[in-house]
Structure formats: structure tokens, C-alpha cells
């Protein structure tokens, strides 16, 4: 199965799941793509998650803010 199949198989469940709503075909296909896109990158291996402890600080006023990665498939 193609990539062009996989996301296509999946924005469609995306439709019927979501009441079979005309008019959204883009979003569907994007939210499609990024599920099988994150797949394929975790499959891969290519994503890891930053530890909750590494801490980024601010350019200005130095306030702290943890770097987290907001990955969700």
C-alpha cells in the first residue's frame, strides 16, 4: 500500500468518525497525514521525547520554561 493509500484510508475513517461531515476533506487529510507521517517517523525511529527535565531559559527576564515535545498519534 502506498503512502498516497495509507492517508487516504485513514482521512476516511477520519470522515466517518467524525459524522460523515461534507466539506471538511482538507482537514481530514491533514489530521491524516500527520497520524501516518508520525508513524512512519516513530517506526523509523526519528522522534524521541525530550526529558522533562531539560529546561530551556527565556531570552529576556530569565524565566524558565521546560521544553517538552507535544507529539500525539
Given at each position: 500500500?502506498?503512502?498516497?493509500?495509507?492517508?487516504?484510508?485513514?482521512?476516511?475513517?477520519?470522515?466517518?468518525?467524525?459524522?460523515?461531515?461534507e466539506?471538511?476533506?482538507?482537514?481530514?487529510?491533514?489530521?491524516?497525514?500527520?497520524?501516518?507521517?508520525?508513524?512512519?517517523?516513530?517506526?523509523?525511529?526519528?522522534?524521541?521525547?525530550?526529558?522533562?527535565?531539560?529546561?530551556?531559559v527565556?531570552?529576556?527576564?530569565?524565566?524558565?520554561?521546560?521544553a517538552?515535545?507535544?507529539?500525539?498519534?
Amino acid at each position: 500500500m502506498t503512502m498516497y493509500d495509507q492517508i487516504a484510508k485513514v482521512a476516511y475513517s477520519i470522515y466517518e468518525k467524525n459524522g460523515k461531515i461534507e466539506g471538511r476533506d482538507l482537514d481530514n487529510w491533514l489530521e491524516a497525514e500527520r497520524i501516518v507521517f508520525g508513524q512512519e517517523h516513530k517506526r523509523q525511529g526519528k522522534i524521541s521525547e525530550i526529558p522533562a527535565n531539560n529546561k530551556k531559559v527565556a531570552k529576556k527576564g530569565g524565566t524558565r520554561k521546560s521544553a517538552k515535545a507535544d507529539i500525539s498519534v
